[in-house]
């Protein structure tokens, strides 16, 4: 049995005209210590998913397992990222960092928490702004705060919803940078899911992506293996000629999966990817 | 420079304005002392604020002190009761749903219909005077605080489960700090209740203080200092109200 099982999860909610069917049949596993992407359009699918996964919301059939465990609520284990970063502004930096590993290790004394904290706060290169306020920071070390506050609880599994869809191209693939050596810092690799609407993203940083059609009754496809060494560079991604090819593949397949669905908005990425790949041959 | 000398000189004139139109009204009506003739009789207990004459015959300072202690021990006995109670109404849809026609309709009553209920509960006035204090300037708190706990946004509350707070945490943590400038505006709205309940409490309890004199020295055809109470009234209200907004002011810049 796989770390994490989802088995036949659906989830719809009331609407003005009846129920909306959001998911439907979702079958999804994820090994320990893979990384797995679920890449799909706008639309609330994607985040009722992770919503239930990491049991902020019940499905209404179906089955959620992490580490042979159902989940009920909240996975003592987990750390849950979220796309708007929900920092405490009442908080500085610290203190919100602080907050989450006083809760994941009560026993530990104030010193060895704010120890804890000031730690990984200074690995996300966030070390001179400690006692700064969200509202003091930029979004991208706003977002670095959330990303310290997810790993500094040490968690054995990682949800992560739209971490960077909030942030500017650049900032962006800098934190996304920072989360893969976070990642290859943490000891043993941390199980992760992680929701994203960006190709690239999940490129550079999956094992595994899984593509995600859009609510109504959204499902999820057949997951695509993404066999490119590591570490990846943004760059490596962009010239090395195998990359390109497997970036196709997984934009073919994508395409393919999207539109046996009859959705159309896979139409501009498989563009960019053929240009891609003439520009690399 | 032309709009920091409107900034000063305006108020001024409004000032004047009000008090031209005081002196002619005072040439009109015969009873109505002239701004002058209020002076001239107030000007012991203005001049000398702090001074005990008597039980009624105080500086206007005393008085107001006096005053001020009751809305004090009447407004805090009201947020005591209040502030919980608008937690809990925030929080839960049956307590809501339970509660709220109650506190619409009790919301609406005058002080002057509690205060009789208040004497025939304690027998005393001075413990009817803080009951209808708190009764009267309770509202707004329960509101506004009822009305915070709903505004938390729910990305707050996911923080505080993905986090895995215990109740106690959430409730320090993440519930009072949201809450706090939404609570603050109950208070300053409150504290206003509660200066303008105090006058109508003390007039009808003859206890010693602002609104006490006042009902005293009308009894006493003494109409220069009904004039000198209600300026004094107006002016300690008006600077409770900017004491209360500069802590809100500070809250909500959080």
New interface residues.
Partial sequence: MAFVEVRNVSKSFPSAKGTRDVLSGIQFSVEEGEFVSIVGGMGAGKSTFMNILSGLLKSDSGTVSIGGEAVTGIHPRASVVFQNYSLLPWFSALENVRLAVGAAYPTWERKQQIDQATRFLETVGLGGALHKRPSQLSGGMRQRVAIARAFATEPEILLMDEPFSALDALTRATLQQELIDLCSKAGRAVTTIMITNNLDEALLLSDRIVPMTRPPRATLGTPIEVRLPRPRTASLLMHDPSAVRIRAEVVERLAEFVHTKKEKAAVVPIKSARVAEERAS | MNDRLARIALPIVGILAVVALWAFMSTRVPDLPSPMKTWQESKLFIMEPLVKRGEMDQGIGLLAYQSLIRVAKGFLLGALIATPLGFLLGLSKAFNRMFDPVIQVLRPISPLAWLPLGLVVFQKSEPAALFTIALCSMWPTVINTMAGVKAIPQ??W??A??????GF?TFT??LL??TLPHMFTGYRLSLGIAWLVIVASEMLTGTPGIGGFLWQEYNSSIYAHILLCILTIGIVGFLLDRMMGFVEVRLRS?
């Fill in positions: 990305e707050y996911n923080v489960k993905v986090l895995r707070l215990t945490q943590k993440v700090p949201a959080i």
